[in-house]
T-cell receptor
Framework: DAGITQSPRHKVTETGTPVTLRCHQT?????MYWYRQDPGHGLRLIHY???????DKGEVSDGYSVSRSKTEDFLLTLESATSSQTSVYFC???????????????FGPGTRLLVL | AQSVTQPDIHITVSEGASLELRCNYS??????LFWYVQSPGQGLQLLLK??????LVQGIKGFEAEFKRSQSSFNLRKPSVHWSDAAEYFC?????????????FGAGTILRVKS
């Protein structure tokens, strides 16, 4: 299994409070991703990172920000949580080998967030 | 827009029966395709992937999938289902490969196995 941990694994918070989720990897992979999983939608990409301090938006980035100050950590922040952000959040990592254009993403165990 | 469709939300099969989970994609270029499985309360585990070459790919746990360009499909199959295969299955297509790969997922198919 890929060395990916997420913290916290479960969190309950109130509307309007800031929340930060952490993804930590021990694989030294360049690429890191944050997804949210909701019934009927599969997983949707929130933000991704292609290197330290290099990040970009995914398809559902509104209300979320990210930071990556070192290779192993990718933080997802909800600046002011809303009930619509109640979801399960997954981190993923990948690496691109030299000479190829494909890679495989490996997923962390997930964080279940409930916003009341 | 690029999309992935899994037409079946739920499928129930008997233990020992064969299984086929459908996946159709909409993508202009040659796709990179994946199947993941998620057991309840767990993360996603890669079952198999297609990048190029042989259109029939083998994965873990006895699963295989066939890429059919003419039908824009990447269906997952298993000849004999075990009770431990009960889970949710996701098909995904690689959207953009310039900076990492950004996957677009289908909505998932929940597999139930009856004894």
């Amino acid at each position: 299994d890929a060395g990916i941990t997420q913290s916290p694994r479960h969190k309950v918070t109130e509307t309007g409070t800031p929340v930060t989720l952490r993804c930590h990897q021990t694989e030294n992979h360049r690429y890191m991703y944050w997804y949210r999983q909701d019934p009927g939608h599969g997983l949707r990409l929130i933000h991704y990172s292609y290197g330290v301090k290099d990040t970009d938006k995914g398809e559902v980035s509104d209300g979320y920000s990210v930071s990556r100050s070192k290779t192993e950590d990718f933080l997802l922040t909800l600046e002011s949580a809303t009930s619509s952000q109640t979801s399960v959040y997954f981190c993923a990592i990948s690496e691109r080998l030299a000479g190829v254009t494909y890679e495989t993403q490996y997923f962390g165990p997930g964080t279940r967030l409930l916003v009341l | 827009a690029q999309s992935v469709t899994q037409p079946d939300i739920h499928i129930t099969v008997s233990e020992g029966a064969s299984l086929e989970l459908r996946c159709n994609y909409s993508y202009g270029a040659t796709p990179y395709l994946f199947w993941y499985v998620q057991s309840p309360g767990q993360g996603l585990q890669l079952l198999l992937k297609y990048f190029s070459g042989d259109t029939l790919v083998q994965g873990i746990k006895g699963f295989e999938a066939e890429f059919k360009r003419s039908q824009s499909s990447f269906n997952l199959r298993k000849p004999s289902v075990h009770w431990s295969d009960a889970a949710e299955y996701f098909c995904a297509v690689d959207l953009c490969r310039e900076y990492g790969n950004k996957l677009v997922f289908g909505a998932g198919t929940i597999l139930r196995v009856k004894s």
